[in-house]
Antibody, heavy 119, light 106 residues
Framework: QVQLVESGGGVVQPGRSLRLSCAAS????????IHWVRQAPGRGLEWVALISYDGINTYYTDSVKGRFTISRDNSKNTLYLQMNGLRAEDTAVYYCARSDGYNRGFDYWGQGTLVTVSS | DIQMTQSPSSLSASVGDRVTITCRASQSISSYLNWYQQKPGKAPKLLIY???SLQSGVPSRFSGSGSGTDFTLTISSLQPEDFATYYC????????FGPGTKVDVK
């Protein structure tokens, strides 16, 4: 069955870096666009970034541009999110999610990993 | 940027009620609109994509309609497992979510 499993969350000081991973299984990872979506405590969902199936195209929400980098290793069925210059407002549960193209919604999600930015 | 709004922000309903949630885009997004359900501590679940297409495995009591700027999610007969928060999301060229609508017990 399709599974997405995030890891790498934790507590980090403002200005520091963290790398999240999302391990995929149960489907052909290399043909799907994958996204990162976050949810601050008690708040709504915020789309963060996407990477195309081949890793060539990446897009980011404005608030993370220049600080976060999404990447993937199709040989390892793994997605990454490198987060630099972390701010308190980046505190959230981070989910990876799969989409079949750009107009069919995010059909599978991971369970999420919590990132807390605090001194 | 196109903004997404939802109304109401919360509603109280009873099992068996017909529930309608509205999502509005600040500019036309054609039919590029999805709906999700989220329960506390869980990842969101895709219900409807492309305005009205029911995701596989989702009960037929859920339906979506609309186009352009105004969209609705309807639950024809609310079931106990449907108490949750519902989000709309635009897609295709951007993936902004609406602020959510919490459906709780009346």
């Amino acid at each position: 069955q399709v599974q997405l499993v995030e890891s790498g969350g934790g507590v980090v000081q403002p200005g520091r870096s963290l790398r999240l991973s999302c391990a995929a299984s149960g489907f052909t990872f290399s043909i799907y666009t994958i996204h990162w979506v976050r949810q601050a405590p008690g708040r709504g969902l915020e789309w963060v970034a996407l990477i195309s199936y081949d890793g060539i195209n990446t897009y980011y929400t404005d608030s993370v541009k220049g600080r976060f980098t999404i990447s993937r290793d199709n040989s390892k069925n793994t997605l990454y999110l490198q987060m630099n210059g972390l701010r308190a407002e980046d505190t959230a549960v981070y989910y990876c999610a799969r989409s079949d193209g750009y107009n069919r919604g995010f059909d599978y999600w991971g369970q999420g990993t919590l990132v807390t930015v605090s001194s | 940027d196109i903004q997404m709004t939802q109304s109401p922000s919360s509603l109280s309903a009873s099992v068996g009620d017909r529930v309608t949630i509205t999502c509005r885009a600040s500019q036309s997004i054609s039919s590029y609109l999805n709906w999700y359900q989220q329960k506390p501590g869980k990842a969101p679940k895709l219900l409807i994509y492309a305005t009205s297409s029911l995701q596989s495995g989702v009960p037929s009591r859920f339906s979506g309609s609309g186009s352009g700027t105004d969209f609705t999610l309807t639950i024809s007969s609310l079931q106990p497992e449907d108490f949750a928060t519902y989000y709309c999301q635009r897609s295709y060229s951007a993936f902004t979510f609406g602020p959510g609508t919490k459906v709780d017990v009346k």
